[in-house]
């Protein structure tokens, strides 16, 4: 299965939602190119909504490492959701639970940010 990805504006959060499996470097590239893209128009608050991704692998948790980093120099946060059971076993694997902020949905996520 393909990797794709969607990004959603509700100001003042990006929502990035990501489908299929994230494993290749240059899929993942793209992915980030249009992340940089984001942040240097000032975006500083992101939420992933991985319900639909079905597997990552350490290009994934690069990723996920590299957006928060991103947010959080900017003074702002990423709140990954929808978290599948397999990605979950891979952040607890990791220890990256106690990194990552996570909600169950983009509407629990939204409201970390006050955002209705």
């Not at 489908?19 to 290749?24: A, C, K, P, R």
């Amino acid at each position: 299965m393909s990797f794709t990805f969607n990004i959603i504006q509700k100001e003042p959060v990006a929502i990035i939602s990501l489908y299929g499996e994230l494993i290749d470097r240059n899929e993942a590239q793209h992915l980030m190119d249009q992340i940089d893209g984001l942040s240097d128009d000032g975006q500083k608050y992101f939420i992933l909504e991985l319900s639909e991704l079905k597997y990552m692998n350490s290009t994934g948790l690069n990723v996920l490492i590299n957006v928060l980093t991103k947010s959080r120099k900017k003074g702002g946060d990423l709140v990954i959701c929808g978290v599948s059971k397999k990605v979950q076993e891979l952040l607890l694997v990791t220890k990256l639970t106690s990194v990552f902020s996570v909600s169950e949905s983009t509407e629990d996520a939204l409201t970390k940010f006050n955002v209705e």
